[in-house]
C-alpha cells in the first residue's frame, strides 16, 4: 500500500485486511450498518417493502446483526480471560440482548409515535445510535476497568 493509501486508510478509521480485523472489527462494522437497516426496517416497514416487494428482510438484517456483535463482544478485552465456551456464550447472549432488545424498543417507540413515516424513520436512526453508543460505552468502560485494575 502507498503511503498516501495508507493516509487515507487511517483518515477514515479503517484497519489493514488481517484475519483478526476482518473478524472483530470489519463483521462488526458491517453489522452495524445492518443494524441501522434494522432500526428502519422495524420502525418503518413500507420502505423494505417498496425496495422488496416480495421478500422479508427483517431475518436477514437481524442474523448479520447479531453475528457482528457477537464478534464484537467476543473481541473485547475483558472478556479474554474468560474461558472459551463461557466467552462464547457471553458473547451470543449480549448480541441476542442487544439486538433483541433493540427491536423491542422500536417496536414499543413505532406504537407510540403519530404515524408519520419521516419521524419513523428518523426515530429508529436515532435510537440506534443512542442503543449502539451506549453499549459500546459500556463495554469499554468494562475494558478500561480491567486495564485500570492491571496497573
Not at 106 to 116: C, D, E, G, I, T
Not at 141 to 150: I, M, P, Y
Amino acid at each position: 500500500m502507498t503511503e498516501s493509501n495508507q493516509s487515507i486508510v487511517k483518515k477514515l478509521g479503517l484497519k489493514p485486511l488481517t484475519k483478526e480485523n476482518i473478524l472483530y472489527f470489519y463483521f462488526p462494522l458491517q453489522s452495524m450498518v445492518s443494524y441501522a437497516a434494522l432500526s428502519i426496517n422495524v420502525m418503518n416497514p413500507s420502505i423494505a417493502i417498496r425496495l422488496l416487494p416480495k421478500r422479508d428482510v427483517t431475518n436477514f438484517l437481524l442474523v448479520h446483526t447479531l453475528f457482528g456483535t457477537t464478534l464484537y463482544f467476543y473481541s473485547r478485552p475483558h472478556l479474554a480471560v474468560v474461558p472459551s465456551q463461557r466467552r462464547v456464550a457471553y458473547s451470543i447472549c449480549g448480541s441476542v440482548l442487544f439486538s433483541f432488545g433493540s427491536v423491542l424498543v422500536w417496536a414499543v417507540l413505532r406504537s407510540a409515535v403519530p404515524r408519520n413515516q419521516t419521524l419513523a424513520t428518523l426515530l429508529g436512526l436515532t435510537s440506534g445510535v443512542v442503543l449502539a453508543k451506549l453499549t459500546y460505552d459500556y463495554l469499554d468502560s468494562n475494558d478500561k476497568q480491567l486495564v485500570s485494575e492491571k496497573n
